[in-house]
């Protein structure tokens, strides 16, 4: 391969975290400045949900750990402290690949005990951030699931899944697929500074219409929205009227919740850059994790109505056809 010039050893014992999940190599390239890529071979391809989740799926399959798009409120960067890295700037640039995932994922398939439940990607980290372009493990991921007659369903903020539209439409001939983009961000500047590796909101814009061509119902995930930042009406209602031009069938719409130590690193970029917010955020989350039930209630009556005026439709969780990666967390707020 010709990434072997650019490998990193690691046999001095310094990565035991990736050692213990099946380390085979560590790869950086000019062509991914400042990402290292840590190759593994995975033991199992499928995780099951816990049924106290109420979220409507039992599997996931997530071929990628850690994720170049550095949104600064992901939920899923304490997932990288069991592998010995930050939720920080590791999470964004220690990536973990699962090299053998397909062949594990076929595997698995096909004992005589899958019973064809509907599998979620896109539940942790990102299908189609950077790293995707490289390693190409989505095409056969989505084979392996169309093949064997399940059904799936992908959420991103990647526009590389145009690459595989073509593979997605076919599949939805064989199974149910259904597809969702994420799009909470709707103002350039505030995009850069909150989700800073991730496609601009008008490129998202555009593949949710190259995903309506192609013949696929979308939905737009509007989440999560954040506290005195995107919350307002005004941003509101142009995000969700631009979100219907570009062709989406509905949106789920909740506000940001903060475990972990995802709240620790979101509050000091926020104390950077918004400072003015820190006190406020402070309160609202004096509690714990999740936005109390008032603010929830108010985002709620301010979104509903704009949904409506822009014929878009809403959906509560358990209705929720495509889930969003936050919602895999047991005490999610409501959704729309």
Known sequence: MRWDSQQVRVDDGALPGLERIGLVRSVRT????????H????????????????????????????????CRYCFARPTHEYLEFNCGNDFDTQVVVKTNIVDVLRRELSRP????????????????????GRYALMPGIINALTESGTPLSILTKGTLLRRDLPLIAEASAHVPVSVSVSLAVGDPELHKQVEPGTPSPQARL???????????????????????????VEHLDSLLGQIAAAGANGVTV????????????????????????????????????YLPASYRNELRARAAPLIASHGLRGTSRRSEPVTAREATDTAAPTLF
């Open 39 to 70: 190759e593994v071979l995975c033991k199992s391809a499928l995780n099951k949900v816990p049924r106290a989740s109420a979220l409507p799926f039992q599997y996931t399959v997530n071929g990628y750990r850690g994720c170049s798009h550095a």
């Open 30 to 37: 000019p062509q991914f400045e400042g990402i290292t890529f």
């Open 254 to 289: 909740f506000g940001l919740h903060l475990r972990g130590s995802t709240r620790g690193w979101f509050m000091s970029w926020l104390g950077q850059i918004h400072p003015q917010l820190v006190g406020k955020y402070r309160e609202l989350y004096r509690r714990g994790a």
């Open 113 to 132: 005990s899958w019973r064809r439940d509907t599998v979620a990607l896109g539940t942790n980290t990102d299908p189609y951030q950077r790293a995707e």
């Open 206 to 232: 555009a593949l949710i219409a190259a995903i309506r061509e192609a013949g696929l119902d979308c939905h737009v995930m509007v989440a999560p929205v954040l506290p005195y930042l995107t919350d307002s």
